[in-house]
C-alpha cells in the first residue's frame, strides 16, 4: 500500500445499530440510527465530501439527513431501493419524533436528501471524493451492496454491508467476492448456525397451514422490509390467504414499482405476492374483524413492540387454536421474547396473556456463521476489520485462531492503514 489511510468506527462497531465508517475523514461509509430509548446516533462531528450506502435499513440510512445541515451537501450515492427505503425510513422517525432529541434533523434537512441523491447500479464504478467506488450484490435487501472502495494509488477497500449468502425469495444469495486488500465484514449471526432457508421456510408454510386447517388465524409479526414480503411471497406460492398491515404495505409497493424490478431475483414473484395479498387500511375496526378470519395476517413490528400487531395480538390471543410466528431473533425484553419464553408478554403497554401458540422462524437476511466463513474464505491474505455484531470480538479471535489477520475496532478508535 501506499499512502496511509484511517478508518474511524464512528458506530456500529461491537454493536449492531447506528453504522458509520469514516475513510481519510471525506468519504463516510453508511450513517445509521439505533432505534430503542433513547436511540443512539454515530459519534462525533462528520463533515464528509461523499456519503456511500449499503442498504435501506434505519441502523445503516437513519442519521444521514442530519449530514445536511447548514451549507454542506455531500452528495449520497446509493442504489434506488436504497434511496427509496431511506426516505421511508426518514421521513418516518420525522413524523414520529421530528423536534426532540430522537429525531436527529429537520424538515428542511430531509427535503434536502433528494437533491443530494445519486443513484447507482451494481458493477458501475462511479466515483466518490475522489475514491472509485463500486456497488455489488449483497444478497440482504433489495439494492443491498457490498461496497468496494479503491484509491488513487490502487488500494482495494471492501464494507460488505449486511449480506446474505443464501437464496431468499426476494433475492439470490450473494456470490460476488471481489479483490480487496482490506475488508470490513458485518458479523451479526456469526454466533448462529442453521438449517439451511429452504427447510426453514417449509416448516414455517406448514406450521401456517395447520392453523389454518384448524380454523385459526395466524399473525405473522415481520419487519417492514424485506421479510414482510419475503412472508407475502411464500404465502402467495403455496395459496395462503393473507392481508397486510403496517410500513410493510407500502414497502411492497415501493419495491414492486418498475424501477426497483431489476434489483430483485424475479420480480414477477413479488408482482404475484403484491397481487394476492390483500392490504389492510385499518378503518372501521376492520382489524378487529380481520383477525376473527381464517387467514393469514402479516404485520408489524417484527419484535411487537408497536404497530398494527398491536391489535392483532389482543385479539387473537386466547384461543389456542390461533397462532403468532415470530419471523426472526427477538431481542432480550422485547414482547415477542418474553411471549416466546412466558407465554407473557406487554402488548401495548398491558401485559397480556397469550393462549394462543407462539412460535419462532429464522427467516434470517444475515449469513449465519458458515455463510460468513464461506464469504471470508477469498480473503486469508487481506486485513479484516469485524463488525457490526454483538460478539465482534470473539469472532475475531477465532478468525485469528484459523489464520486471518481480524480483528474487532470499538466505537471511537481510528486505525490507520499503512
Ligand atoms: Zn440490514
Keep these: 500500500m501506499g499512502t496511509p489511510l484511517t478508518l474511524e468506527f464512528l458506530g456500529g462497531a461491537r454493536e449492531v445499530g447506528r453504522s458509520a465508517i469514516l475513510l481519510d475523514e471525506t468519504l463516510l461509509l453508511d450513517f445509521g440510527m439505533a432505534s430503542g430509548n433513547p436511540p443512539q446516533f454515530p459519534i462525533g462531528d462528520v463533515d464528509p465530501d461523499a456519503v456511500v450506502v449499503s442498504h435501506g435499513h434505519l441502523d445503516h440510512v437513519g442519521s444521514i439527513p442530519a449530514l445536511l445541515s447548514g451549507d454542506a451537501r455531500p452528495p449520497v450515492h446509493w442504489t434506488q431501493p436504497t434511496a427509496d427505503l431511506a426516505m421511508v425510513l426518514t421521513r418516518d422517525t420525522l413524523t414520529l419524533h421530528g423536534g426532540s432529541y430522537d429525531c436527529p434533523f429537520t424538515e428542511a434537512e430531509l427535503a434536502r436528501l433528494t437533491q443530494v441523491s445519486v443513484t447507482h447500479d451494481y458493477s458501475e464504478p462511479f466515483d466518490a471524493a ?175 413492540h408497536g404497530g398494527p400487531a398491536m391489535t392483532y395480538v389482543p385479539a387473537i390471543r386466547t384461543n389456542p387454536v390461533n397462532k403468532i410466528a415470530l419471523t426472526g431473533y427477538q431481542v432480550e425484553g422485547t414482547p415477542g421474547r418474553d411471549l416466546l419464553e412466558t407465554g407473557s408478554g406487554e402488548i401495548d403497554g398491558r401485559m397480556l396473556r397469550v393462549s394462543a401458540q407462539v412460535e419462532q422462524y429464522d427467516l434470517s437476511a444475515h449469513a449465519d456463521r458458515n455463510g460468513i466463513e464461506s464469504f471470508l474464505e477469498p480473503y486469508r491474505e487481506s486485513r479484516l476489520f469485524v463488525t457490526h455484531g454483538d460478539r465482534c470480538e470473539a469472532f475475531a479471535t477465532t478468525l485469528r485462531a484459523d489464520g486471518f489477520d481480524a480483528s474487532a475496532p470499538s466505537v471511537g478508535e481510528t486505525v490507520t492503514l499503512e
Excluded at 451492496?145 to 488513487?152: C, F, N, Q, W, Y
Design 130 to 304: 475522489g475514491y472509485e467506488v463500486t456497488f455489488f450484490d449483497a444478497g440482504h435487501i433489495p439494492g443491498s451492496a457490498h461496497v468496494l472502495i479503491e484509491t488513487p494509488d490502487g488500494t482495494r477497500l471492501l464494507y460488505t454491508g449486511d449480506f446474505h449468502t443464501e437464496d431468499q425469495q426476494l433475492l439470490a444469495g450473494t456470490t460476488a467476492r471481489p479483490d480487496a486488500d482490506v475488508v470490513i465484514c458485518e458479523s451479526t449471526y456469526a454466533d448462529t448456525t442453521r438449517p439451511p432457508r429452504a427447510e426453514i421456510e417449509r416448516a414455517f408454510v406448514e406450521s401456517l397451514e395447520q392453523t389454518l386447517w384448524e380454523g385459526g388465524t395466524v399473525v405473522v409479526p415481520a419487519f417492514g422490509i424485506g421479510r414482510t414480503q419475503e412472508v407475502l411471497c411464500l404465502c402467495a406460492e403455496h395459496d395462503l390467504p393473507c392481508y397486510v398491515d403496517g410500513m410493510g404495505k407500502r414497502v411492497t409497493d415501493l419495491l414492486a414499482r418498475p424501477r426497483n424490478r431489476p434489483f430483485l431475483r424475479d420480480p414477477n414473484r413479488l408482482r404475484r405476492a403484491k397481487a394476492s395479498a390483500r392490504f389492510v387500511d385499518g378503518r372501521n375496526g376492520q382489524r378487529k374483524r380481520i383477525a376473527e378470519q381464517n387467514t393469514v395476517i402479516v404485520t408489524t413490528s417484527g419484535m411487537l
